[in-house]
């Protein structure tokens, strides 16, 4: 049984371009959600997708924005990258009933 | 809000120590509580989970009781081994606004030595 999954596992950019990260959910889960963890503290949530529209969104600005596919991957899109926003990006998987959430590996992002 | 408060670390035991971790919340509903766990350079595990007031998760010797009254989730182990060495997150989840998004706290590091 396939966890959840994320790809790339690193990514350097430079501020001001563009970068796409990819999750794929656990199996038999619909609900995807997306975490953004700077070094040392604990992860922020960003936005929850299910049936392919965003339910739940934190605090983050509109440059983060996302999709989810009708298979329930996920994509998390940042424009305009800034230095803050270097961080350990992690996707997690639920059921729609269910509370707990699994996390994929997460995707290092890094913006020099 | 909801949030979520842990003891700072790091925490250093020897192995076969008494393991506390301390964390507390705030919530406007009747959240479901959790503790993950992150070893070095991966993501979150589940570790154990709570769903209602007095309830009891339990993982690998982990151990944490929903107290409703102290709105409390303190993280217990009886006996610490150098592979439990990581950083522990409490977080809490509830229904309000149309999903189930998860609150973390800052995380509490724990150092095992042998």
């Known amino acids: 049984d396939a966890g959840v999954t994320q790809s790339p596992t690193h990514l350097i950019k430079t501020r001001g371009q563009q970068v796409t990260l990819r999750c794929s959910p656990k199996?038999?889960?619909?609900?995807v959600s997306w975490y953004q963890q700077a070094l040392g503290q604990g992860p922020q949530f960003i936005f929850q997708y299910y049936e392919e529209e965003e339910r739940q969104r934190g605090n983050f600005p509109d440059r983060f924005s996302g999709h989810q596919f009708p298979n329930y991957s996920s994509e998390l899109n940042v424009n305009a990258l800034l230095l803050g926003d270097s961080a350990l990006y992690l996707c997690?998987?639920?059921?729609?009933?269910?509370?707990?959430?699994?996390f994929g590996p997460g995707t290092r992002l890094t913006v020099t | 809000g909801d949030s979520v408060t842990q003891m700072e670390g790091p925490v250093t035991l020897s192995e076969e120590a008494f393991l506390t971790i301390n964390c507390t919340y705030t919530a406007t509903g009747y959240p479901s509580l959790f503790w993950y766990v992150q070893y070095p350079g991966e993501g979150l595990q589940l570790l154990l989970k709570a769903t209602k007031a007095d309830d009891k998760g339990s993982n690998k010797g982990f151990e944490a009781t929903y107290r409703k009254e102290t709105t409390s989730f303190h993280l217990e182990k009886g006996s610490v081994q150098v592979s439990d060495s990581a950083v522990y997150f409490c977080?809490?989840?509830?229904?309000?606004?149309?999903?189930?998004?998860?609150?973390f706290g800052t995380g509490t590091q724990l150092k095992v030595e042998l």
């Open positions: 997690a998987s639920s059921s729609r009933q269910g509370a707990e959430q699994y």
């Open positions: 199996s038999g889960h619909d609900t």
């Open positions: 977080a809490l989840s509830d229904f309000t606004g149309g999903g189930n998004k998860l609150t």
